[in-house]
């Protein structure tokens, strides 16, 4: 079993927050993005991966080699960004010899047993009911649970079960196969090659899929999502912090989730709040946000803000969504 993990996006939707820092690495309850998806493929047993890496890729080989150095990772570079299937089609001489994959894109944090996938006699893929079908690719089921048809965006989707990101492929060659005839023959959708596309040409084959339902999906795609799953993972057992030291006439109103050598003075912390390593925050007040690591925060009401790596704010009461590298002065004249 090998492990594919695409993270070749721009995570545009996040801008300016992701003009430095890749939305994988964006921390949810104290954890990055893309650990969601590697922890519990460890847990299963997976030693090998294969990361595909495109806009600040060497941000995210430098994070996986520092936390995950007993692993057997391999990267290769999207340096064209023209969709999810040629990105898999570029790192096909990875896993063209493994018996099966798994493919999980890293973008999102998905609620899943993947013991349910490494078990599954079939290929299968993750799926979640959505309200608007149109702005995913969805599947079509048959009576036993088995996938007939998938599409890419539908104008008219004729089902509302959407596919989450994560996929068991058992057919390597057969998708290597479906990849490389696409991407030979210009078959694409809307200017992309889709890996929808290719799984629709294995089905037509007459491959069978499975549909293994999430019960939750996290598109942290947008500010307000990616608070609101923040506070949700700072509510279960194992993410916020426990035994915080204690620091100077600060109260902190849990769940909060904060890094190491961090120095809080004179301010209210919380609730749902996750801070990064090396943060100094000075007469504040910070509720329902995310602050990057080295960041200094001195006099700020903050409340549903997201503030990236090596920020510097004084004197203001904001919501924002502030990249790296950045200073702001909202002082008074």
């Known amino acids: 079993m090998k492990a594919i993990i695409p993270v070749a996006g721009a995570g545009t939707r996040l801008r300016p927050l992701t003009y430095t820092q890749p939305k994988p690495l964006i921390p949810v309850a104290g954890k990055p993005i893309l ?17 595909i890496l495109g806009y600040l890729g060497e941000k995210i080989k430098a994070f996986v080699e520092e ?3 007993h692993l057997s990772v391999s990267y290769v570079y999207q340096e064209e960004r023209l969709g999810s299937a040629h990105a898999l ?5 990875f896993f063209n010899d493994a018996d099966e994959v798994i493919i999980a894109f890293g973008d999102a944090i998905i609620d899943v047993d993947f013991s349910i996938f490494m078990k599954s006699s079939y290929s299968c893929i993750a799926i979640k009911r959505v309200t608007d079908p149109r702005e995913f690719g969805i599947v079509e089921l ?3 649970n088995m996938i007939t048809k998938v599409i890419e965006k539908p104008s008219i989707p004729k089902s509302n079960k959407a596919m989450v990101g994560i ?3 058992k057919e390597v060659p057969q998708l290597i196969e479906a990849l490389t005839y696409n991407i030979e023959n210009n078959l694409h959708t809307e200017g992309e090659f889709h890996l929808t596309d290719a799984i629709m040409r294995m089905i037509s084959a007459g491959i069978p899929f499975s549909a293994v339902e999430v019960d939750n999906w996290f598109n942290c795609g947008k500010k307000e999502i990616l608070l609101e799953t923040n506070a949700i993972f700072l509510d279960r057992e194992g993410y916020a912090s426990v035994d915080l030291p204690p620091y100077d006439n600060t109260i902190i109103i849990h769940p909060v989730s904060i890094g190491k050598k961090c120095k ?3 301010s ?3 609730p749902h709040v996750t801070i990064g390593d090396n943060v100094e925050i000075i007469q504040s007040i910070i509720s329902h946000s995310i602050i990057g690591n080295y960041s200094k925060l001195n ?3 903050l409340n549903k803000s997201v503030v990236g790596n090596d920020v510097s704010l004084s004197s203001a009461g904001q919501s924002l969504s502030i990249g790296d590298n950045t200073e702001i002065d909202f002082g008074h004249q």
């Open 89 to 93: 089609w570029i790192g096909r001489h």
């Open 67 to 69: 936390k995950y150095p």
């Open 142 to 144: 048959g009576n036993d």
């Open 167 to 169: 996929y068991k492929i």
């Open 35 to 51: 650990s969601f998806i590697i922890d519990p493929l460890v847990e299963q047993g997976v030693t090998e991966f294969l990361i």
């Open 299 to 301: 006099e700020i009401i």
């Open 268 to 270: 209210i912390i919380g």
């Open 264 to 266: 809080l003075t004179h």
